[in-house]
């Protein structure tokens, strides 16, 4: 029986690399120009030729294997940036899946130029990715206009890449909208980047292209995520801890009488239950339990927290539905979840990213993926 071993839900896209080291992919994979052959039912809305327009131009509600080249025999790590995707291969090298790159033309991939050594994690927001290596050193390039690339730039826009430095050993690397945060070795929070809601976790809104230790965080860390504008983090004791905006209540709920807009610190979020994984998405978060239960809180515009009220707070809400949950991957507006019975999406489907045809914008309840 093949068994998901990543799991990666992008922007407007999910991803997929099982375990015989195939890769697979549904919704807007018109970016990464996978063909639909004339004759096929989805045709009419799911091809990709340059010359097609209209809204549901990429949507795919069928998962489609990947055509990764020698890398997709050995990927270790897939992550899905807002107009590429990119691959850790078996030799430790990142590797970019062109946009638009045509399935005719041989393997679409090519290695990242500038990047030296042998990497263990990749990660991207919209305008910048970032590469964790062996030694615990991060590269980033792209944009720094909000100063996301951590270091010293000889413009914004474009810069290749190059290791952040100040840096103690990173275990682990969450990029939100325009902002990062980095996990240390020793259990650690750092953050760079965008800070307009508080989420660098300084306590104040002013952004920094060099890294900063969010030092009230008095706890051992073992887990991060990162939203679009808010930050979280899992500590050894299973409590959660979050920062940066609130406005949707994607913070959860607080100890506090009055739940503030926004917070430059981290505060404790009061949940009756240890937190095993946790994922956030734009204005909304998404955590797991030990048990294997998932809870969801924030923004629920696209029915991203798999509850049939569009409601929108702190919560938590259970999605009583699914139980067993071994894994879970927060995209910007929807989200995968895995179990025994298989692999679980919901929220915004206006691209087949849910595994629906798009007609269905929302999907608010957990749709079972069929591969």
Known sequence: MVRYVELHAGHARSLAVLDNGSAWAWGNVGRIGLPVEADNPLAAICGSGPQEVGHHRFAQPVAQRLNTGDTGVALSCLIDAAHELMAIGPGGGVTRIEPLASITDGAPIHLVEGLQGRFTQVCAN?????????????????????????????????????????????????????????????????????????????????????????????????????????????????????????????????????????????LRVELPFPVAQVGAGRHYTVALAGGGEIYTWGWNGLGQL?????????????????????????????????????????????????????????????HLIRT
Request: glycine fraction near 14%.
């Open 306 to 366: 798999g509850t049939e009220s569009a409601a929108t707070g702190p919560g938590p809400h259970r999605i009583k539905a699914l139980k067993g949950i071994e894994r879970i991957s927060v995209g910007p507006t929807h989200v995968l979840a895995l179990n025994d019975r298989g692999l679980h999406a919901w929220g915004d489907n206006r691209h087949s990213a849910c595994g629906l045809l798009p007609r269905q914008a929302t999907v608010s309840q957990p």
């Open 126 to 266: 919209e305008s910048a990715s970032y590469a964790l290596d062996e030694h615990g050193r991060v590269w980033s390039w792209g944009h720094h206009h909000q100063g996301q690339l951590g270091r010293i730039c000889d413009g914004s826009l474009d810069q290749p890449p190059g290791v952040v430095q100040g840096l103690p050993a990173i275990a682990e690397l969450a990029a939100g909208q325009n902002h990062v945060l980095a996990r240390t070795r020793s259990g650690q929070v750092w953050a760079w980047g965008a800070n307009a809601a508080g989420q660098l976790g300084q306590g104040h809104l002013e952004s920094s292209s060099r890294p900063v230790r969010v030092s009230s965080l008095n706890v051992r860390v073992r887990a991060i995520a990162a939203g679009e504008t808010h930050s979280l983090a899992i500590d050894d004791r299973g409590r959660l801890h979050a920062w940066g905006s609130n406005h949707c209540g994607q913070l959860g709920p607080l100890k506090a009488t009055d739940a503030p807009a926004w917070s430059g610190r981290p």
